[in-house]
């Protein structure tokens, strides 16, 4: 969902609440399109299933540097361009820093496509409603809720740990 997010906000299209009513014909063609490729993509591998699950057991030492050049090169036709290859270079480098030091990497992209619009609803509360806009019955249930997500997995923890020591 965050990459067809992304791919909307990329070609100019605002996804949001009046998508529907703005673009009712995209919206059609998409969800035809969806339908068709799990059909077609059903049938091909139900055919292919044999030949693909052999690509299992190629070596990742021969595997590795044909994705690399596949994704430099998929990198450069988007706009023939050598400082789209530079970003492949540098958002995989990103990636790969993150893996290591264990940051989210999904949550990181989905900041990414929907901080724009999360800047500007943001302001159009404090314009509406003032700085205690969060007091509002919508906003403090999404702001509780928020913040026991956030916390289900040390309080989780916390009760573990302290069932183990009694």
Same mark, same amino acid.
């Given at each position: 969902? $965050?990459?067809?997010? *992304? &791919?909307?906000? =990329?070609?100019? +299209?605002? #996804?949001?609440?009046?998508? !529907? ?15 068709? $490729?799990?059909?077609? *993509? &059903?049938?091909? =591998?139900?055919? +292919?299933? #044999?030949?693909?699950?052999? !690509? ?111």
């Amino acid at each position: 969902m $965050a990459l067809l997010l *992304g &791919a909307f906000v =990329l070609v100019g +299209l605002k #996804p949001g609440p009046l998508f !529907l009513e703005e673009h009712l014909d995209i919206a059609f063609r998409l969800a035809g399109t969806v339908i068709f $490729a799990n059909i077609i *993509g &059903a049938a091909a =591998l139900l055919l +292919l299933a #044999p030949r693909l699950a052999e !690509l299992a057991f190629i070596r990742g030492s021969i595997l590795g540097p044909l994705v690399l050049v596949l994704v430099v090169i998929g990198g450069f036709l988007g706009s023939n361009s050598m400082w789209d290859v530079l970003m492949v270079f540098v958002f995989g480098t990103l990636g790969y820093v993150m893996k290591v030091y264990k940051y989210n990497r999904p949550a990181m992209f989905l900041g990414f496509v929907l901080g724009a619009m999360g800047e500007r609803y943001f302001g159009l509360a404090l314009r509406t409603h003032g700085p205690l806009f969060f007091l509002r019955p919508i906003s403090l249930t999404l702001f509780v809720g928020t913040i026991l997500v956030l916390l289900s997995d040390p309080l989780r923890a916390w009760f573990a740990r302290r069932k183990r020591e009694s």
